[in-house]
């Protein structure tokens, strides 16, 4: 597993508004539902000498995780398609969790001979002999959010040492001048996804020596019913009562650390962090139970990694190395060009300003009846 930071040759881009990021791009955001939809054959499509009929292989990695089936998916299809006048196509997989099962399902994009690949790996280490595979057959493969190992051509993600950086100081900032007695759980995500171990140094960094670290879980498969069940024997032997704020590492792990909290009869939760912007996770901050989440602008990873996949394949080198200005190492490729976009805390007080500013979800969608009240008491209307 890759636990190196992240190297990188450039600072970060700065945030550019996604509303317009989208619109230039042909992407349609459907209000009530925040679901995303595409416009194809509109906009900046290539010249006509480029070769437009691309397929552009797409490996996600699990459905439990909202953003891959209802953003990631839909917002590179839509952009592949407006970048080359409607004619390029996605071939997508999930893999349910499933290293395997990702296994064939990227041999077979390599039978298909598509274009590219753009894999977001279950796990990083076993998907490389097909990353070798499709290298041999001429197939670039970029990796999607997590870093692959093999011979990949280029990388899309986060910092993310940073997303664990600013999980960790939001446990640190809610516990306050009681931070270095408090006792605190970690939720770590899957040992097989080098972002977990990445997201875990952040958060390290910031909680070592300000709180005290009571217990740790890795969570197989990022799985919630894992982690509910790593919660309760937290709470079987650090009590209740001692538990003083959860790391947890994403949203769905937060959901199910706070069921089980309440199941176990806490009348007030503790801090609990998140990560991903779930609409349920966003929900559970307006109402007070969850703290925070980090909302990665996961709208700009995907539509990066649609242009990327297409300008690798029309060969547009220029336009492809103006994306990919920082470079990360991985425990199998040195200095792969990589775009990393910034992150942000998303807390009661600015989801005006992330999620609805970018057209992610409506006031409507996140203020449903059961949140009216919550949603009137922060301003959210
Ligand atoms: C990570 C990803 C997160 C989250 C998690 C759970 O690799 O960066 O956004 O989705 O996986 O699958």
Not at 142 to 167: C, F, K, M, T, W
Not at 170 to 195: E, F, R, Y
Not at 235 to 242: E, F, P, R, T
Not at 360 to 373: E, N
Request: glycine share 8%.
């Amino acid at each position: 597993m890759n636990a190196r930071t992240p190297r990188r040759t450039t600072a970060l881009r700065p945030a550019v508004p996604l509303v317009l990021l989208l619109a230039a791009a042909g992407v349609l955001l459907l209000g009530g539902c925040g679901v995303v939809d595409g416009v194809t054959g509109s906009g900046d499509s290539s010249t006509p000498s480029r070769r437009e009929d691309i397929k552009v292989g797409l490996l996600l990695p699990d459905k439990d995780t909202a953003r891959f089936e209802r953003f990631d998916y839909p917002l590179i299809k839509s952009r592949v398609a407006s970048l080359t006048g409607g004619k390029g196509k996605v071939v997508y997989a999930n893999a349910e969790a499933s290293a395997s099962r990702q296994n064939k399902q990227f041999a077979q994009l390599v039978d298909d001979k598509v274009d590219v690949i753009l894999v977001d790996a279950v796990d990083a280490r076993a998907i490389a002999p097909g990353v070798r595979k499709a290298k041999d057959a001429g197939i670039p493969v970029i990796a999607y959010d997590r870093l692959a190992q093999g011979p990949i051509d280029a990388y899309v993600s986060h910092d993310n040492e940073l997303v664990g950086e600013v999980q960790g100081r939001a446990i640190v900032d809610a516990l306050g001048d009681k931070a270095a007695t408090s006792k605190i759980v970690m939720m770590n995500g899957s040992p097989a996804d080098p972002n977990t171990a990445l997201f875990k140094e952040g958060a390290l960094s910031e909680l070592k020596g300000r709180v005290v670290i009571a217990k740790s879980y890795d969570t197989r498969e990022w799985l919630p019913e894992v982690a509910k069940a790593n919660m309760a024997k937290a709470i079987a032997s650090v009590g209740l009562k001692n538990i003083a704020a959860v790391y947890s590492a994403n949203d769905g792990m937060a959901g199910a650390v706070i069921d089980e909290l309440e199941q176990s009869g806490a009348t007030k939760l503790p801090p609990v962090t998140g990560q991903d912007a779930n609409l349920d996770a966003v929900q559970r901050i307006v109402a007070g139970e969850q703290t925070m989440t980090v909302y990665k602008s996961f709208l700009l990873e995907a539509q990066g990694a649609a242009e990327m996949a297409v300008y690798k394949v029309q060969g547009r080198d220029i336009a492809f190395d103006a994306m990919t200005q920082d470079t990360i190492d991985s425990p199998t490729r040195k200095d792969i060009p990589a775009m990393l976009v910034p992150v942000v805390a998303l807390t009661k007080s600015n989801i005006k300003d992330t999620v609805i500013k970018d057209g992610v979800y409506t006031v409507k969608d996140i203020c449903t009846a059961k949140y009216a009240a919550d949603c009137t008491a922060i301003g959210l209307k």
